[in-house]
C-alpha cells in the first residue's frame, strides 16, 4: 500500500538502515520484514543481524543490543554496508552502541521515552545524549513509542506489556513511509503469525506508524530505491543456514540418498537442524544427539549404512567432533561436516564471526588425517558449496569440511533458483559384486574404496579406527603398510578434482586473495579501487585442501599479494608454506566482518 503524499519523492540508488534495541524489542523481526519487503520489490540487499551474546541480557544495558542492518539498492551490491545512513534506536543502550557507525549527517530515530535517568544508568551514560550536544550533525527524530503505539491500540483490551511489544511495527511503519515501501506483504505476515487482538494491534501500530510519518513535519521528503535489474529467473531471499541445508537436501536428491543429520544444538549452526527438521517429506532424518562426539559418531554410523551422513557445529563442538572425524578418515567414508565458525578460543563468543577455524580444519587431528576443506563465500553460496560437499564427500570416499561463519550463517541476500534439471548428477552406486572383491579396493581414478551397503550378501567386513591392511581392511601394525596407508589416503585428497582459481581486475601488480565471507568486502573495495585508478585484482579461494591447482602461478604472477582474514593469518601461512609467495596479511580480529573501507585502506597502502 503506497499512500499519496503532498512531500516530494526523491529516487536514490541505494540505502544502508539499522534497527537496533533491547534483545525483547523485535529488531530482529522488523528487520526480517524490511529485508524480505525490500526483495519482493525486487532491490538487490544484504542483511546483517547482530545478536547479543548473553542468552538474556537486563534489559537496557549494553550486553542487550540487538541490531540488524539492512542494505538494499537498484544495483548489485556486495557487503551490508560500512556505516548505516538511518539509525532506529529504542533506547539510550542502542544508541551508545551504535551511534559511532552513523553516517555524519545520517538519520537518527529515538524512542524518547526510554531517554530517562533509569535508563541512562542501565546504558552507562552521565548525561541525556539528547541533550548535550553528543547528536549535533546528525538529523534526529524523537517518538514517544509507547505513547504513540498506545493510541493506535486503543479499545483492543491490551496490557502495558503488550502494548510495549507492539511498538517496533510503529517504527516499521515510519521506515516504510520514508522508503515508499508497500506493507501489504507484512500485514499479510502478521494475519498468519498473530491470533487476535495481537494481529489487530501490530497491523494498527504498523499503520499508524507509516501515517505519522506523513505528518511529521521533521520529515520533509521521502525516498525511493527503484528494483534491481537482476538476471531473468526466480528469486527468493535466502540466509546462509537455510541455503547450506536447502543444498544438502538437493545435493541428496541427485545422489540417490537419504539425508541423516545428526548435530548438538550450538550458536551459530542451530538453525540448520531447524531448516532440515522440516524437510520429512525430502527423506531427511534429524537426529539431536546429547552432545557433540555423538553426533558425528551417528552421523558416521549413517554413512556406513548407506545414507548421506552429515553433521554440524559450531567453534568449540569441532574440537569434540575431532577424534570421529579421524574414524571417518580411516574407515574412509562419506561425511559432511558444517563448521560455522565463530569468535573462539573456548567458548569465545557465540554469536561473533570469525574465520579462525581454518589451521583447525586442514590440520587438527591426531596423525596423518587429511580431509577436504571448502568454504561458502556468500549466504547464498552456502548452496552451492553444501552441493559440492557432497559431490566431493560421495565421489572420494572422504570426509568433507563446509567452512561457513556467523556472518554468512545469519546474513541474506536474493537467491537465483535453480533449475533442478541443471545440478549436476551424483549419482552412488553401491558394490554388490562379490567376484575379486575386498573392503579397500580402490578405483583407480579416485582412490576411493567401494561404498557397501551393511547386509549384502557375501561383502560383510570389519571396520573401525585401528590401522588398516592394504586392501582386505584387517587390523595391521606393519610400519610398511601403515606408510603406503597414510601416503594413500594423502594422495586421494591431493587428487580431489577442483576448478582452477579465478582471477578478476587488472594483472601484475596488486592481488587481493581471500577466503569466505571477507569475499563481498573485498570485491566491493577492488572495485573502488580500480574506479579510482589504482592497477589491483582479487581470487577468492572456495577449495582450501586441495588448493586449486593454479594457485602458485596465480599468486606469483603478481609483484605484492595480500590477504585480508578475520584471524591472524591462516590462509597467508598456508599460502606462503604451498607456493612460497610472500602473502602479506590485513588481520581483523574483532567478531565483525571486514568494512570495504578497511580492505581499500590496506589496498592503498601498498601502491
Known sequence: MHSESSKPLHTIDS??????????????????QFTNTSALFGNDLATFPDFPAEIRAPAGTLAGVSGFQLHFAAHDIYTPGDQP?????MNPAALRVNIKDLKKGGLVIVNQEKFIPREFEKAGIT????????????????????KSTKEAVEGLGLGTKEIDRCKNFYALGMTYWLYHRPMEATERWIQEKFKQPYQEANIRALRAGYHLAETLEVFHERFEVPAAKLEAGTYRNIMGNQAT??????????????????????TPASDILHYLAGMKSYGVYTFQAEDEIAAIGSAIGASYGGSLGVTATSGPGMALKTEAMGLAIMTELPLVIVNVQRGGPSTGLPTKTEQADLFQAIYGRNGEAPLAVISASTPADCFHMAFEAVRIATRYMCPVILLTDGYLANGSEPWKVPDPDSLPDLSVAFHTAKEGWRPYNRDAATLARAWVRPGTPGLEHRIGGIEKEDGTGNVSYDPDNHEKMVKIRQAKIDGIEVPDLEVTGDPGELLVV??????????????????????VAQAHIRYLNPLPKNTEAVLKSFKTVICPEMNLGQLATVLRAKTLVDVQTVSKVKGKAFTVAEIFAAIQAKQ
Request: charged residues 20%; aromatic residues 10%; without cysteine.
Open 15 to 32: 540505502v544502508v538502515i539499522r534497527f537496533a534495541g533491547d534483545s525483547g524489542d523485535g529488531m530482529q523481526i522488523v528487520g526480517s
Open 85 to 89: 545512513e538511518v539509525l532506529i534506536a
Open 127 to 146: 548525561v541525556n545524549p539528547l541533550e548535550d550536544g553528543s547528536l549535533e550533525g546528525y538529523n534526529v527524530v524523537k517518538i514517544d513509542l509507547q
Open 245 to 266: 541445508a536447502i543444498g544438502l537436501v538437493a545435493a541428496a536428491e541427485k545422489a540417490g540418498l537419504r539425508v541423516f543429520y545428526g548435530s548438538y544444538p550450538i
Open 514 to 535: 581471500g577466503w569466505g565471507s571477507t569475499y563481498g568486502s573485498i570485491r566491493a573495495a577492488v572495485e573502488l579501487a580500480r574506479s579510482r585508478g589504482y592497477k
